[in-house]
């Protein structure tokens, strides 16, 4: 089945406290992408990658790094979370060149205390 | 700066009504326009993809509609069951491509809709 995992799905954690979540797509698309959803604002963009090694920010990167080893995989790291920083988050992948949509993973629903 | 604007934020409507939530753009120049739908906790799920030829496009008891001059496009739901409960969001591209080929999106910040028995 084509799909986008994250894992884990829920997460509490503390203050500055390093955390990586993970992603990865089967479908071997070239773009993926993160996304945080807080209540009002909608989907923001939080980093991108096109390829391998390619990668770029959206409109809301500080305070989160991600890599691009493999193409299938796209973690996305916060080195030191902050209570700001909790929201649910969704890694996304498409191919590039057309119309084609987002696949969406379920979601990271994130809690820093 | 593109901007993708929803109305109404939130909507209840009795189970088996039909209901319209709309979309208005200003993404320039425009490619193509999609409707998600979102479950509670869920990934957003695509529903329709409009590109600017296109007026009218169903997907079942979806029918999306598309007016590329006044840029705006509508979601019909009839006959809405308990399990439309989701939100709806609204996803319009540039038709600018970057280097790669990656398109800029617009995310609208959804319409939350609510059925009830």
């Known amino acids: 089945e084509a799909q986008v995992t994250q894992n884990p799905r829920y997460l509490i954690t503390v203050t500055g406290k390093k955390l990586t979540v993970t992603c990865s797509q089967n479908m071997n698309h070239e773009y993926m992408s993160w996304y945080r959803q807080d209540p009002g604002l909608g989907l923001r963009q939080i980093y991108y990658s096109m390829n391998v090694e390619v990668t770029d920010k959206g409109d809301v990167p500080e305070g989160y790094k991600v890599s691009r080893k493999e193409k299938r995989n796209f973690p996305l790291i916060l080195e030191s979370p902050s209570p700001n920083q909790t929201s649910l988050y969704f890694c996304?992948?498409?191919?590039?060149?057309?119309?084609?949509?987002?696949?969406f993973g379920s979601g990271t629903r994130l809690t820093v205390v | 700066k593109n901007q993708v604007e929803q109305s109404p934020q939130s909507l209840i409507i009795l189970e088996g009504k039909n209901c319209t939530l709309q979309?208005?753009?200003?993404?320039?120049?425009?490619?193509?326009l999609r409707w998600y739908k979102q479950d509670t906790g869920r990934g957003p799920v695509s529903l329709t993809i409009m590109t600017f030829s296109e007026n009218t496009k169903s997907n079942g008891r979806y029918t999306a509609t598309l007016d590329a001059d006044t840029k705006q496009s509508s979601l019909h739901i009839t006959a809405s069951q308990l399990s439309d409960s989701a939100s709806y969001i609204c996803?319009?591209?540039?038709?600018?491509?970057?280097?790669?080929?990656?398109?800029?999106?617009?995310f609208g910040t959804g319409t939350k809709l609510q059925v009830i028995p």
């Open positions: 979309c208005n753009y200003t993404v320039s120049p425009f490619s193509n």
């Open positions: 996304a992948s498409s191919t590039l060149g057309g119309p084609y949509g987002y696949t």
């Open positions: 996803v319009v591209s540039d038709l600018r491509r970057y280097s790669g080929g990656y398109q800029k999106v617009t």
